[in-house]
């Protein structure tokens, strides 16, 4: 009849209850459940809450996201994920009305010329005729058009953000649309920013179609094309929320879970093995132990490198090599009223080279439905990151004055807002610098020698929320067949299960 039911059940621990994590746990329980076997599951998190980044509030009305407001939908894993979890009629695009976004030009709002997609157009005349870029600039970006590709030593050669757009478009595509675009997303130094661990696409459109412009074109017509062809289906844009906000992913992730297997509030102070062998041991910061077979370490690589240090100096060293930059999210109600000037799009993004203590402002009202009460409006300011460091250590009242100053300066808006939210996300975004994909296939190789160990999280294969999902659940398919594999007896049939 095989094993018995009193057969040992595997203990894996998950540390860190941010978004990555509780993927994981998520797939841990998924997957034993589907191959009908047992797995004794702790999420552990040192906070109060689960989300990490992830935070929507509710005020009045108003639908406030203190992190990440949506997820992109040209990759699978988050639009999935939902899925499974039967969010599938909660998820919203953004609205139709008025999907273009601004950059700061002068001291103005300019319209994002149609068809410019992050670093080059797919259609060459708004980029000429917008008043963002000077003549000189304009010529210089269709020289791409005659310029060679650059020759490459291999398919993983790397090169920064700033030195390609430079090299492809001119110091003004950088300057004025590719760095506060794509570093604003990253909030990262371009100098820095590797491309090919972030926009990799770039890289492959000079090697195969020698020009940007002209790789963007056929894109475009090809998009076009494939677009006319598709049957009818949810189509959300290149952006996706749900109707409750962000917390919906992570209450619905966390509802999946078996109440008995969270614990918040619990520092993992140390993590080791006995010389032997053995389990994993966890110690807490009051003084309390945990056994695990195998553990998923869902965090910043800094913080798994300081569990990791006694155990593998080698791969604490590399982990730390990762660096993180600070955030801030300002949120700020009004009353339309209040507000002089139009707001037909989603948002702002600010260039550097303004001198401007914030990064891009959303307008939340505008781009997702249901965020804010009927004649109000809900703006989302963004400051710290790679570039702005000092800002992030202004407190709260400094930061509200200089966001309304700017929204003075550039919308026209003089009245005090109804209310303000604050929220700072200290070392949270990972920055991917150029060698990032050489670094992680370093780790990877250090982290072989423990498979019983998993190193989730934004540091290594993606910042988004469907790139932490996606490697999430790989960690825990990866977990799983380590664990299988070294000790079946710990892998018995299902003796508990939880619904999902």
Same mark, same amino acid.
């Given at each position: 009849?095989?094993?018995?039911?009193?057969?040992?059940?595997?203990?894996?621990?998950?540390?860190?209850?941010?978004?990555?994590?509780?993927?994981?746990?998520?797939?841990?329980?998924?997957?034993?459940?589907?191959?009908?076997?047992?797995?004794?599951?702790?999420?552990?998190?040192?906070?109060?809450?689960?989300?990490?980044?992830?935070?929507?509030?509710?005020?009045?009305?108003?639908?406030?996201?203190?992190?990440?407001?949506?997820?992109?939908?040209?990759?699978?894993?988050?639009?999935?994920?939902?899925?499974?979890?039967?969010?599938?009629?909660?998820?919203?695009?953004?609205?139709?009305?008025?999907?273009?976004?601004?950059?700061?030009?002068?001291?103005?709002?300019?319209?994002?010329?149609?068809?410019?997609?992050?670093?080059?157009?797919?259609?060459?005349?708004?980029?000429?005729?917008?008043?963002?870029?000077?003549?000189?600039?304009?010529?210089?970006?269709?020289?791409?058009?005659?310029?060679?590709?650059?020759?490459?030593? /291999?398919?993983?050669?790397?090169?920064?953000?700033?030195?390609?757009?430079?090299?492809?478009?001119?110091?003004?595509?950088?300057?004025?649309?590719?760095?506060?675009?794509?570093?604003?997303?990253?909030?990262?130094?371009?100098?820095?920013?590797?491309?090919?661990?972030?926009?990799?696409?770039?890289?492959?459109?000079?090697?195969?179609?020698?020009?940007?412009?002209?790789?963007?074109?056929?894109?475009?017509?090809?998009?076009?094309?494939?677009?006319?062809?598709?049957?009818?289906?949810?189509?959300?844009?290149?952006?996706?929320?749900?109707?409750?906000?962000?917390?919906?992913?992570?209450?619905?992730?966390?509802? +999946?879970?078996?109440?008995?297997?969270?614990?918040?509030?619990?520092?993992?102070?140390?993590?080791?093995?006995?010389?032997?062998?053995?389990?994993?041991?966890?110690?807490?910061?009051? /003084?309390?132990?945990?056994?695990?077979?195998?553990?998923?370490?869902?965090?910043?690589?800094?913080?798994?490198?300081?569990?990791?240090?006694?155990?593998?100096?080698?791969?604490?060293?590399?982990?730390?090599?990762?660096?993180?930059?600070?955030?801030?999210?300002?949120?700020?109600?009004?009353?339309?009223?209040?507000?002089?000037?139009?707001?037909? /799009?989603?948002?702002?993004?600010?260039?550097?080279?303004?001198?401007?203590?914030?990064?891009?402002?959303?307008?939340?009202?505008?781009?997702?439905?249901?965020?804010?009460?009927?004649?109000?409006?809900?703006?989302?300011?963004?400051?710290?990151?790679?570039?702005?460091?000092?800002?992030?250590?202004?407190?709260?009242?400094?930061?509200? +004055?200089?966001?309304?100053?700017?929204?003075?300066?550039?919308?026209?808006?003089? +009245?005090?807002?109804?209310?303000?939210?604050?929220?700072?996300?200290?070392?949270?975004?990972?920055?991917?610098?150029?060698?990032?994909?050489?670094?992680?296939?370093?780790?990877?190789?250090?982290?072989?020698?423990?498979?019983?160990?998993?190193?989730?999280?934004?540091?290594?294969?993606?910042?988004?929320?469907?790139?932490?999902?996606?490697?999430?659940?790989?960690?825990?398919?990866?977990?799983?067949?380590?664990?299988?594999?070294?000790?079946?007896?710990?892998?018995?049939?299902?003796?508990?299960?939880?619904?999902?």
């Amino acid at each position: 009849m095989g094993i018995a039911d009193n057969s040992p059940v595997p203990r894996i621990a998950v540390i860190g209850g941010g978004i990555s994590g509780l993927a994981a746990a998520h797939r841990i329980l998924d997957q034993a459940n589907r191959l009908n076997r047992s797995v004794d599951l702790t999420l552990i998190e040192a906070g109060n809450r689960l989300g990490g980044v992830i935070h929507t509030c509710e005020r009045d009305g108003f639908v406030l996201e203190a992190g990440p407001d949506s997820f992109i939908s040209e990759k699978p894993w988050g639009l999935a994920l939902c899925r499974r979890l039967g969010l599938e009629s909660s998820l919203i695009g953004t609205g139709d009305a008025h999907r273009r976004s601004f950059v700061v030009c002068q001291g103005q709002l300019q319209p994002v010329p149609d068809g410019f997609y992050l670093l080059a157009p797919t259609q060459l005349w708004p980029a000429i005729a917008t008043p963002i870029f000077s003549w000189p600039g304009k010529v210089r970006m269709t020289a791409d058009l005659f310029l060679p590709r650059k020759k490459r030593s /291999g398919e993983t050669e790397d090169e920064s953000l700033a030195s390609f757009v430079r090299r492809r478009l001119g110091r003004e595509a950088l300057d004025r649309m590719a760095q506060p675009m794509i570093g604003g997303i990253y909030t990262s130094d371009p100098e820095e920013l590797s491309l090919r661990a972030t926009m990799p696409r770039f890289l492959d459109m000079e090697q195969e179609h020698r020009s940007l412009i002209l790789a963007m074109w056929r894109q475009r017509q090809k998009m076009l094309r494939s677009h006319n062809q598709q049957a009818a289906g949810p189509r959300y844009g290149l952006f996706v929320s749900l109707k409750e906000g962000m917390a919906q992913l992570v209450k619905a992730l966390h509802t +999946r879970l078996p109440p008995d297997s969270i614990r918040l509030g619990t520092q993992v102070s140390a993590l080791w093995k006995k010389p032997s062998g053995g389990p994993w041991i966890l110690n807490f910061g009051n /003084g309390s132990q945990l056994e695990a077979d195998g553990v998923c370490l869902a965090l910043a690589a800094f913080q798994s490198a300081g569990l990791l240090e006694a155990l593998d100096a080698p791969l604490a060293s590399k982990l730390r090599s990762i660096r993180y930059a600070s955030t801030a999210t300002v949120n700020l109600a009004y009353s339309l009223e209040d507000i002089p000037r139009s707001l037909e /799009g989603f948002g702002f993004v600010v260039p550097a080279i303004e001198r401007r203590q914030i990064l891009a402002c959303t307008f939340s009202h505008m781009k997702f439905s249901g965020r804010a009460p009927h004649n109000r409006a809900l703006l989302r300011a963004f400051m710290g990151g790679a570039l702005q460091p000092e800002a992030f250590d202004y407190d709260d009242d400094e930061m509200i +004055r200089i966001v309304r100053q700017n929204l003075q300066e550039l919308l026209g808006i003089v +009245r005090p807002p109804l209310f303000s939210l604050v929220e700072r996300h200290a070392q949270a975004m990972a920055q991917y610098r150029v060698g990032h994909l050489d670094l992680v296939a370093e780790i990877e190789a250090l982290a072989k020698r423990h498979p019983a160990l998993q190193l989730a999280g934004n540091g290594f294969t993606g910042i988004g929320i469907p790139d932490c999902i996606r490697r999430s659940e790989e960690c825990a398919d990866r977990l799983l067949e380590a664990l299988d594999t070294a000790h079946p007896r710990l892998m018995p049939p299902r003796v508990a299960q939880w619904s999902d």
